[in-house]
């Protein structure tokens, strides 16, 4: 609640109180289909579109903010359409994440998105990639502004393994990408990692695992995750920022995205079972 709270004041929201509830539902959607609101910068056109939502009642949901962030902006002022390739967002995230990781390791938590954006290694890809200082419209020639292109540079490069960040401030920091100087993406590594975990309270064997249980976790194919137990308590910082983990002084435990995830699989393969159960033409109840 202080991290909504900060953002409302930091967004200039006046009803703090009144749009906290419509936030907070944003930020964890019941519907496994439903993107979780990820909180924009507050100056942002993003925070604007999630303002105007509040304002008017509804609960702000990625997809309502981006349509709405996009349609506020006046015609002479959106920017150019540019499709950015897989390989831009490999090059911003081999500039960016090593810093990110660096500043982590410096000062204990991760930085802001102004101070991201405004580091030398960010300033380098800019430039790289033609990417134009300021805000406004693109210009004769099409010139990509900054502040245009950053929710998607940093949304993008997340998806790609490259960096991981929450609704909390000072969450971001350096993806599982940046750990094998390649594409590697998180997902399939935060649920195999959940999974270990899992099987280890099914088994009643620990409640919470510790790095050298962790090191063990194997890919698909049977290969390791991790090289080693220390490259494994390298990674704790993206695991627990994406929610996969809690570390605890006890140990290593499921994350609220791995129990989330856990619960509607449960739900899943229950309906499931009453489907199967359940005589041909006759409604099956999930309640």
């Not at 210009?139 to 900054?146: H, K």
Request: charged content about 25%.
């Amino acid at each position: 609640m202080e991290a909504i709270d900060g953002w409302l004041g930091a967004a200039g929201a006046e009803n703090v109180d009144g749009y906290r509830d419509l936030l907070v539902k944003a930020l964890n959607p019941t519907s496994a289909e439903r993107e979780p609101l990820v909180l924009p910068d507050p100056q942002s056109a993003d925070a604007n579109a999630v303002l105007a939502l509040l304002k008017k009642g509804q609960v702000p949901t990625q997809r309502a903010v981006q349509a709405g962030a996009a349609n506020a902006r006046p015609p002479v002022v959106r920017e150019p359409a540019r499709k950015w390739s897989d390989a831009e967002i490999d090059r911003f995230g081999q500039l960016g994440a090593p810093w990110l990781h660096e500043y982590r390791q410096t000062h204990g938590t991760g930085p802001t998105w102004n101070e991201f954006f405004s580091s030398a290694p960010v300033e380098r890809a800019f430039d790289e990639f033609g990417v134009e200082s300021g805000v406004g419209e693109g210009g004769v020639q099409g010139y990509l502004r900054r502040d245009g292109v950053r929710s998607l540079l940093i949304r993008r490069g997340r998806r790609r393994g490259w960096f991981a960040f929450n609704d909390q401030p000072r969450s971001l920091c350096a993806g599982p990408s940046f750990f094998v100087a390649g594409y590697r993406a998180p997902d399939p590594v935060g649920r195999r990692v959940a999974g270990l975990i899992r099987q280890s309270h099914a088994a009643g064997e620990k409640p919470h695992l510790q790095w050298a249980d962790i090191a063990e976790v194997l890919d698909l194919d049977g290969s390791r995750v991790f090289r080693d137990v220390e490259d494994a308590e390298a990674q704790a910082g993206w695991l627990a920022t994406e929610q996969w983990i809690t570390i605890k002084p006890a140990g290593i435990g499921l994350g609220f995205r791995a129990r989330r995830e856990q619960r509607r699989n449960g739900l899943r393969s229950a309906r499931k079972r009453l489907a199967d159960q359940s005589p041909e033409g006759e409604p099956v109840s999930t309640d």
